[in-house]
């Protein structure tokens, strides 16, 4: 099995708190806008917390794509390794 590179590892979990808490931030920005009824003020903060969750939703795709291409390099990598065991030889007398 192929030893995971540090930064490799680092970046994933960078990449699971950051999706973990923009959800987070998602359900709070969703409460708040449950709670708003309809006054000039109001309408104000649902344009801000609706171009709020448009903004995150866009860095969600984003993190997803990369967790993609990561994963696709570390199958990629795997699948080298295979067949680079696959051809080894071994020469042994016994």
Do not use: W
């Not at 708003?36 to 609706?50: I, V």
């Not at 995150?56 to 997803?64: A, H, I, Y």
């Amino acid at each position: 099995m192929r030893e995971r590179k540090p930064l490799e590892t680092t970046y994933e979990l960078t990449n699971l708190e950051e999706t973990k808490k923009i959800h987070d931030d998602q359900a709070r920005l969703h409460e708040n806008l449950k709670a708003l009824k309809g006054s000039a003020e109001e309408r104000a903060l649902t344009q801000r917390y609706t171009k709020q969750l448009d903004d995150q939703e866009s860095r969600l795709e984003t993190l997803q794509r990369e967790s993609a291409d990561l994963q696709k390099k570390h199958d990629d990598a795997r699948a080298e390794l295979d067949k680079m065991i696959e051809s080894l030889s071994l020469d042994a007398t016994i």
